[in-house]
T-cell receptor, first 117, second 114 residues
Framework: AQKVTQAQTEISVVEKEDVTLDCVYE???????LFWYKQPPSGELVFLIR??????QNEISGRYSWNFQKSTSSFNFTITASQVVDSAVYFC??????????????FGQGTRLTINP | DAMVIQNPRYQVTQFGKPVTLSCSQT?????MYWYQQKSSQAPKLLFH???????NEADTPDNFQSRRPNTSFCFLDIRSPGLGDAAMYLC?????????????FGPGTRLTVL
């Protein structure tokens, strides 16, 4: 069965510290996509990144970086020099094709990140 | 800016009183989704529209219905809200429903049932 596990329920760090959010997934498919979404207190799920199962290159976008390792089925997210505005719940998600090609997005339980000034 | 809009942002209803939540999009996407998210939980897919084709999740209660009168708008109807239906309701869209398609979410409607 498809599953996404975010073992860290809550993380709290002081501003400017680096922080890594872990994501481990399970799937039987060879073709799948992985996503990270940010949910600030306002409630909207903000899309951060999409990575396909054939591309294991790490990606960096400003203070954000993602490490995809197929060998360990992990897709971890690191925030460098964290800021108070980074405080949010972060969801990792897995997309697979279902019957007749309909996409199913499977979410992890989320990690609540608090950045303290 | 192209976006997914949900109205209202906050909705209060009474136990058993029908309520309708609204979602609109300017992305011209083919697919629109409705998710329910309870406190400290991940979003749970209720159903989606692929163009005019309605696709219900197997475990979505009959109390939840949806309408999509045109490409831009989609509504979530809760026929007889119970206390357990209090949640954040998120609308999302995607260009298509393949595994490669990214879902873009609206700001959500927080429903309170009294």
């Amino acid at each position: 069965a498809q599953k996404v596990t975010q073992a860290q329920t809550e993380i709290s760090v002081v501003e400017k510290e680096d922080v890594t959010l872990d994501c481990v997934y399970e799937t039987r498919d060879t073709t799948y996509y992985l996503f990270w979404y940010k949910q600030p207190p306002s409630g909207e799920l903000v899309f951060l990144i999409r990575r396909n199962s054939f591309d294991e290159q790490n990606e960096i976008s400003g203070r954000y970086s993602w490490n995809f390792q197929k060998s360990t089925s992990s897709f971890n997210f690191t925030i460098t020099a964290s800021q108070v505005v980074d405080s949010a719940v972060y969801f990792c998600a897995l997309s697979e094709a279902e019957f007749q090609g309909a996409q199913k997005l499977v979410f992890g339980q989320g990690t609540r990140l608090t950045i303290n000034p | 800016d192209a976006m997914v809009i949900q109205n209202p942002r906050y909705q209060v209803t009474q136990f058993g009183k029908p309520v309708t939540l609204s979602c609109s999009q300017t992305l011209n996407h083919n697919v629109m989704y409705w998710y329910q998210q309870k406190s400290s939980q991940a979003p749970k897919l209720l159903f989606h529209y692929y163009d005019k084709d309605f696709n219900n999740e197997a475990d979505t209660p009959d109390n939840f219905q949806s309408r999509r009168p045109n490409t831009s708008f989609c509504f979530l109807d809760i026929r007889s809200p119970g206390l357990g239906d209090a949640a954040m309701y998120l609308c999302a869209t995607s260009r298509d429903r393949g595994v490669t398609d990214t879902q873009y979410f609206g700001p959500g409607t927080r429903l309170t049932v009294l």
